[in-house]
């Protein structure tokens, strides 16, 4: 059985433990995420910051900073092969060619130094060295005319670019290799609203032109119900809640996280006189407490909940870690 | 720009220098001049005039590039500059040389590997040089290798083994520059967010460093050489007193210990100029290196 | 201060405290500390030790002697005690370097502070002045003012302070433009902070920082330019005890004699040493992100 259900799945992790050494402490970024993905799927994954979201992106390109980072235990398995342990070199191969990624602020992801033209033709040369130069100043110049900037604007550098189309620039680069898989971290955060809607349009339309699954990391709620097939919801390096995005938004059952989040967005419609911001911190990556990570914040938390790590109970495809939910699965 | 600058330096100078004893002339005629001869002398040179029109007829002279008589030697200012500014620029272009070649590569190296015996050894180095005074090092190096070894000529320029030791010990300090410089400024780029993006595309560590660190990380080590140019033309005048190179350091020397007016003040200015222009050249090749900046301005 | 332990968390500390605490705990910089409190105190005690007039007594019977148990650093050519050189040379060459730094410190924020307080037509001259000369290198306009003054250990210190001023001008007025404009001195100001304590609370510590690195790593250049002018014989010359002018004035005997040139040599590298490991300790324990 589980040989074909690898199959199915492009990206798979299993409880996937990353930490980072500092001088001080040990930051557990990552506690026993798991996370399955789709070919051509489009899975939002939505948390606060520092829940560890980058953190998981870094791990599956295997770039995290050398000497502080560490992938303590854990799968990530890519069409079936266990990326972690893999030789560099490996890597290389797949990265911008097969799975790519998109920082989140588009001003300083590129160099200065270099042409923009020449930057993403650096992909083509990486990857595709046996293409003639003519060959490759084509694909270059029809990615730029696909993301909406002038081909003869090439030669420019990312100084002359607004933030906007700098972060096209970067998604040319992503996907001129046609990736299987598209990391975004929070490509619209840094860009005003208007932009946001084109970039997530631009996504949108090359996703589907290249058939990329995508992983879109944001925290906005928003931006995962309109782009989305599913959504994994993120809380202190693991995954608290999965399902599609109409069980994420629509279902009475969700996880308290998850009704917080939802909440917190003030809605048009009713005259309200204070917005509802769930109280409290994220856990301390340095000191995880031994039951569940979200309980001194939880409205509904339990005796259990602080002494035992909740299970994950799932109906339908939907999964909520909590206890709240034991008596709904059969298990 | 760089003129009207130039112009309020000389009369800056100008004005510290005519601090100097008004008795000039008594120290060139010797003690026994009488008092008639002294003043006699000092109208000749023009030195019982006021400050400004003094002032007005030295930069008049200047603009025919006449800047004066030594009043302790026997020679033109300008024309003994000019003969021997080349011994000193070869002896401070030497020593830039030196320290790029050697302290720019040490220092990327450095930051490459970092932790590693070849960074603890280049960071040691760079306390070592910073707190040694060049005179010392110049000093005993010169005991060392040309007494003792007897590998290179003690001093004077006959052999182009002369021009080994000097350039070195001029170049210590900015050696020490190079190698710190470029060593953090490589440091920080390779922290940039461009960087991890090259990475997400699949190149290596090696492009990385080739293609995308090294050009960044060079930008302010330029900057950097020109701010130490003007530090080693300062520390060319004791190199060239250490290993009596006939260049314009020795003759500064002996016109500041002889209270020689006209030649500290031409010399004063000459480098001056000197260093400035060579400010220029380097804000035009960092405008060439950067992108960001815009040659107009 | 410097010396007690940690005893609240870190949150409850005070800016100055938490820059107290990370030079401390830098290894390098404490090292740094205490070689120059050696070197500073050792000077200082310098009648306790040798006499003033073994500096001058000349022993001809003694002379060129390696150190031993009655010359604890062996003597010159002249028979000269070399330890009772080095202790009063290093009066010059270590406080001639303080008072320069003190004077351009001083009169330089002066300066640099009505400069970027006032703006404006004081602004302008001021800075015209400054960059003037700045643009002739220090060691030149220092030989310049020497020769206008001729020699002497204040005229020394009046020609190496000049180059300084200038500097320090031009950083104390950076320092307060920029903090006049911080974006916390207007939130400050909406919290109904006043002047004063805007200036004390927020502009002191944040803009002093930079300027007491910058003094601190002046310091050892000037010890260096100090010794150097000595060599030279620029300011100070012969007879007069300067680690600078005792390594020219021994030149010819060190190469049978090494001591005499190693020892001097060594003073003046362990105490700017000392001084550059006391500068990097405090632009890190200023602001830690630079830190490589």
Redesign the interface.
């Given at each position: 059985m589980s040989d074909t259900t690898n199959e199915k799945y492009l990206l798979e992790i299993k409880d996937l433990f990353v930490q980072y050494n500092t001088d001080d402490a040990v930051v557990h970024a990552v506690n026993g995420l798991n996370l399955r993905l789709k070919s051509g799927e489009k899975l939002g994954l939505v948390g606060e910051t520092g829940a560890g979201k980058t953190t998981l992106a870094l791990s599956i390109l295997q770039l995290l900073p050398k000497k502080v980072g560490q992938i303590a235990s854990g799968s990530i398995k890519y069409k079936g092969e266990e990326l972690i342990g893999k030789p560099d070199s490996y890597m290389l191969g797949l990265r911008g060619r097969r799975m790519s990624m998109i920082f989140q602020d588009p001003m300083t992801s590129l160099n200065p130094t270099k042409t923009v033209g020449d930057q993403i033709l650096e992909v083509l040369q990486l990857h595709f060295p046996d293409l003639s130069k003519a060959e490759k100043d084509a694909k270059v110049d029809e990615m730029l005319q696909l993301v909406g900037i002038p081909a003869s604007r090439k030669g420019e550098y990312p100084h002359q670019f607004s933030g906007g189309m700098k972060q096209r620039i970067v998604i040319a680069m992503a996907l001129i290799a046609e990736p299987e898989l598209l990391l975004a971290d929070e490509p619209t955060t840094a860009l005003d609203v208007t932009i946001q809607a084109q970039i997530l349009e631009l996504m949108r339309r090359l996703k589907d032109q290249f058939n990329s699954a995508v992983i879109l990391i944001t925290h906005s709620l928003g931006i995962v119900a309109e782009f989305c097939d599913n959504v994994s919801v993120i809380y202190s390096g693991h995954v608290v809640e999965h399902g599609s995005v109409e069980q994420i938004f629509g279902s009475d059952a969700k996880h308290p996280y998850t009704a917080g989040l939802i909440n917190c967005i003030p809605d048009l419609a009713k005259d309200e006189a204070r917005l509802k911001p769930i109280p409290g911190r994220m856990a301390d990556p340095r000191h995880l407490p031994a039951g569940c990570c979200f309980a001194d914040r939880c409205p509904h938390c339990m005796e259990i909940c602080k002494t035992v790590p909740p299970r994950m109970y799932e109906k339908d495809g939907h999964q909520i870690l909590c206890h709240l939910f034991e008596e709904k699965d059969g298990k | 720009m760089l003129i009207p600058?130039i112009l309020?330096?000389t009369f800056?100078?100008f004005v510290?220098?005519?601090?100097?004893?008004g008795d000039v002339a008594r120290m060139v005629l010797g003690q026994d001049a009488t008092p008639e001869q002294v003043a006699t002398l000092n109208h000749q040179m023009g030195l019982d005039r006021p400050l400004l029109v003094r002032y007005v007829r030295y930069m008049g002279n200047a603009m025919k590039f006449d800047f004066g008589r030594s009043w302790t030697g026997n020679f033109d200012v300008l024309a003994e500059f000019s003969h021997r500014l080349p011994y000193t620029l070869l002896v401070s272009v030497l020593a830039l040389l030196f320290a790029t070649a050697i302290g720019i590569p040490l220092g990327i190296a450095s930051a490459i590997k970092?932790y590693s015996l070849l960074d603890y050894g280049s960071t040691f180095i760079v306390?070592?040089l910073?707190?040694?005074?060049?005179?010392?090092l110049g000093?005993?190096c010169q005991?060392f290798f040309c007494?003792?070894l007897r590998w290179l000529p003690v001093s004077g320029i006959s052999t182009w083994k002369s021009f080994i030791l000097p350039p070195v010990i001029l170049g210590a300090n900015t050696l020490a520059s190079m190698i710190r410089m470029s060593?953090?400024s490589m440091?920080?780029v390779v922290k940039m967010d461009y960087i991890r993006t090259a990475r997400a595309k699949g190149a290596s560590n090696h492009d990385v460093i080739l293609h995308h660190a090294i050009r960044n990380s060079l930008i302010p080590v330029v900057t950097q050489i020109g701010i130490s140019f003007?530090?080693t033309?300062?520390?060319a005048?004791?190199t060239e007193?250490i290993f009596a190179i006939p260049g314009i350091g020795t003759m500064?020397?002996n016109?500041?210990?002889g209270?020689?007016?006209p030649v500290?003040?031409g010399?004063?200015i000459f480098?001056?100029i000197i260093?400035?222009v060579i400010n220029l050249v380097v804000d035009l090749i960092c405008a060439l290196v950067d992108p960001r900046i815009d040659l107009a301005s | 201060m410097l010396f007690g332990k940690k005893k609240k968390p870190l949150s409850e500390y005070s800016t100055g405290e938490l820059i107290m605490f990370r030079f401390r705990k830098n290894k390098l910089a404490m090292v740094g500390v205490f070689m120059f409190l050696f070197v500073t105190i050792f000077i200082l005690l310098a009648p306790l030790i040798r006499p003033y007039d073994l500096v001058v007594k000349q022993n001809i019977s003694h002379k060129l002697q390696a150190p031993n148990t009655q010359y604890i650093f062996g003597t010159d050519e002249l028979g000269r005690d070399l330890l009772a050189r080095i202790l009063y040379g290093g009066r010059i060459s270590l406080f001639c370097s303080l008072a320069i730094i003190g004077i351009a410190f001083v009169i330089g924020a002066i300066i640099g502070g009505a400069a970027g307080f006032f703006g404006g037509k004081v602004d302008t001259i001021l800075m015209?002045?400054v960059?003037?000369?700045m643009?002739?290198?220090?060691?030149?306009?220092a030989?310049?003012?020497?020769?206008?003054?001729?020699n002497g250990v204040w005229k020394l210190v009046i020609a190496l302070s000049i180059g300084q001023i200038a500097r320090f001008a031009r950083m104390v007025r950076s320092s307060v433009l920029t903090l006049r404009n911080m974006e916390y001195v207007e939130a400050a100001k909406c919290f109904g902070s006043s002047s004063r304590r805007i200036i004390i609370k927020h502009i002191l510590p944040n803009g002093i920082g930079p300027i007491v690195v910058s003094a601190t790593l002046t310091l050892?250049a000037v010890i260096?330019s100090i010794?150097?002018m000595g060599?030279?014989?620029?300011g100070v010359a012969s007879p007069t005890p300067e680690w600078?002018t005792i390594?020219?004035e021994n030149?010819v005997n060190?190469?049978y004699y090494?001591y005499l040139?190693?020892i001097?040599?060594i003073c003046?590298?362990?105490t700017?040493?000392s001084v550059?490991f006391i500068g990097d300790g405090l632009r890190d324990a200023f602001d830690p992100k630079t830190k490589?």
């Open positions: - | 600058v309020s330096v800056i100078l510290i220098l005519s601090l100097a004893p970092q306390m070592l910073f707190s040694m005074p060049a005179f010392w000093t005993m005991i007494l003792t060593r953090t440091l920080d003007a530090g033309i300062g520390g005048v004791v007193s500064l020397i016109a500041v210990k209270r020689d007016v500290v003040m010399t004063v480098i001056t260093v400035g | 015209r002045v960059d003037m000369l643009s002739v290198p220090s060691a030149l306009l030989m310049a003012i020497i020769t206008a003054l001729g050892g260096l010794s150097s060599y030279l014989g620029l600078g390594i020219s030149k060190i190469q090494p040139g190693i001097p040599g003046i590298m362990l700017v040493m550059n490589s």
